[in-house]
């Protein structure tokens, strides 16, 4: 058991750092969800992506570098530390881009992953409806064979990125015969028919019949939209997997976004480093109920790295995320949201004031609700990982 | 980089885990907690047979020379099973304290390793009081100017946990004016208590979730009750996530790193809160049957409240990791 980088990453590790030196902006882009910043920002992945470090751990034919998972968590640890612009393409590259490499044709990967490297793709996530929430399941957008693909209608909110990007992907209800959402049927289906009948599909979100109504976040920005889709017409070619089988390709995603990849250790240790640089100069160490919860922040930002590094060994080794997916965003989004509070406490009267600790606490708040809330996470942890018996929902 | 245990690893805990499983520790516990020692000793008997005793104490001394992942393994099993006695004294820290000195380590490791001495160690501030003195045949005091024997007063003071039998250190005699490994020490039998203090907290939860699958009430388990399940989710979560903290605390130890006493505080913060969470929520889990005497979930949610406090109390940790923090910042 050991703690020690292998040579061939330690040098990764030290390209990445000094190519981020020389290239990360001095002064901090706008946020990605204005128009300005998000213009920036796709700028940034272009640069990025000329390295071949927007997507490091794809295989080189796509634009990335064959990395190991390890030489990822690296990777986005010195990413982080270097204070290096969050990735407005993270929909794609770390969601859309893991189910094409389990789920999508060649020619999907083909055609879609060079354009996501670069960002000049940027994908938005289209999983929420007005009706199905945290259970996804009760989805009513359809998807309706036509002619050589599909006609998508319905409607689809809180989608991340949608209000500037370019497409999207998520699931929609190819056989109707498959609702069983209350309205359709009486409820006491068997829980088991409700993931039939859903498909997986990719779609222009400039097609005709697609309107995009952005939604304004806390932070007054319009981070996420409410997507309408009447009849917009999708090729066969960008399905997902099989017709009807979207389940079972979303839930890959699902994992990848609570797993290992939406949330890497390297964010919350950059964060942890700034608020201990923020103790340093602004705290008071007579205030020992606060400088309890600067080192709080700093033991959980160190537990979650080190238990990234143990769920790497394992799947270096062939083991498979599972439950624990949900343990990890469970443990990261109480870290996030408890790391921020102590920064805005440390700056005092200051803390009220529009800033970066004040933005990072805002984006907190929305780890424990999006990719399936704290509560959903702690049910499949308890049925998953614990074996309690299922139970109403 | 390898950060999981080994074959070995895991195989060693399986064998100190059958044995303290078919042992029956709760009563074991209880006849300990009553100044009836002749069980658990013939226990510690057992233990040193498959080389735990022997674990920290180096090859020349008769000992296994093993590295400080083998012991967290080794106390993470322990915990679990709430053995009782000066284990963490013994086992963990006595080895490490002696390390310096050839003399006194040639005269007490050999008996430590094979079994046939117990050693107990008070070290003030943190730990005031000698762990079963009456069963100790080597007892040391850690002071400033070195290492005293002493001799224990005569009734122990109450624990929380009855089986932790705590005693005044009464008078008093230098045996060294050398230097001696008392940090090394100190961080060693922190690395202990924390790694027994998420064994006690799995083992809480293994047997809160068994409790929950089996107890019916409104007709159904209540297991299948997202107010249980969200609450031993949270404890699972705690667990899941102090462990590689205490594990990472090992390698450090082991590979006497620049960052170690901050590591093992981290890891003492971290077990700490997990197995205390995990002893309050069993107790809710159970009910009014956990809070009988009869019951032995007490056993093991008393140690886990006793544990928190021992070897540095959460706050002290807290403060340790900071400093560390600041430190290297500073430099």
Known sequence: ?393 | MRFALSAQHIEFARSINGLLREAGTPAVIRAWAAGEHASGLALWRRLAEVGVTALAVPEQHGGLGADPVDLAVAFETMGYHAMPGPIVESIAVLPALLAPDDALAGRWLPGIADGSSIATVAMAPHVPYALDADVADIRLQVTDSGLAEFTPAAVPLDSVDAARRLYEVMGRRAISRRETAADAAFDHGVLACAAQLLGLGQRLLDDSVEYAKQRNQYGNPIGSYQAIKHLLADVATQLELARPLLHGAAVALAGDAATTSRDVSAAKVACGDAGYLAARTALQVHGAIGYTAEHDLGRWLTKARALRSAWGTPAFHRARVLDALMAERAS
């Open chain 1, 1 to 393: 058991m050991d703690l020690d980088l292998d040579e061939r990453t330690r040098q990764f590790r030290d390209e990445v750092a000094s190519w981020l030196a020389a290239n990360v902006p001095d002064k901090p882009m706008d946020s990605f969800d204005s128009a300005a910043g998000f213009a920036q920002h796709r700028e940034w992945e272009a640069q990025l992506a000329d390295a071949r470090l927007s997507a490091v751990s794809w295989p080189e034919e796509f634009g990335g570098r064959d990395c190991s998972l390890l030489e990822w968590v690296i990777f986005e640890e010195e990413y982080y530390a270097a204070g290096a612009p969050l990735r407005v393409n993270q929909n794609g590259i770390f969601m859309l881009a893991p189910t094409l490499f389990s789920h999508g044709t060649p020619e999907q990967r083909r055609r879609i992953l060079p354009k996501m490297a670069r960002s000049e793709e940027v994908w938005a996530q289209a999983w929420s409806e007005p009706e199905a929430g945290s259970d996804i399941a009760a989805l009513r957008s359809t998807a309706t064979r036509t002619d050589g693909g599909w006609l998508l209608s319905g409607q689809k909110t809180w989608s991340s990125r949608a209000a500037f990007a370019d497409k999207a992907f998520g699931l929609f209800r190819s056989d109707p015969d498959s609702d069983i959402s209350p309205a359709a049927h009486p409820p006491r289906t068997p829980p088991k028919d409700r993931h039939r009948g859903m498909t997986y599909l990719m779609f222009d979100l400039h097609a005709d019949g697609v309107r995009v109504r952005p939604i304004e976040q806390l932070d007054g920005e319009p981070g996420f939209a409410e997507i309408f889709l009447d009849n917009v017409f999708v090729p066969d070619a960008d399905v997902i997997g099989e017709p009807g089988g979207g389940w079972r390709v979303a839930m890959t995603t699902a994992n990848n976004e609570r797993g290992l990849s939406l949330r890497s250790p390297g964010r919350f240790l950059a964060a942890a480093d700034r608020l201990l640089e923020l103790w340093r100069r602004d705290g008071d160490p007579a205030d020992t109920a606060l400088a309890s919860r600067v080192a709080d922040a700093w033991i959980g930002a160190r537990a979650y790295q080190l238990y990234t590094f143990g769920t790497v060994t394992r799947l270096a080794d062939g083991g498979e995320l599972g439950p624990e997916s949900s343990v990890n965003k469970l443990f990261w989004s109480r870290l996030d949201v408890e790391l921020h509070e102590t920064a805005l406490d440390v700056l005092g009267a200051q803390g009220e004031l529009r800033g970066e600790w004040l933005d990072g606490w805002l984006f907190s708040l929305s780890g424990p609700i999006y990719g399936g809330t704290d509560q959903i996470q702690r049910t499949t942890v308890a049925e998953r990982l614990l074996g309690l018996p299922r139970g109403a929902r």
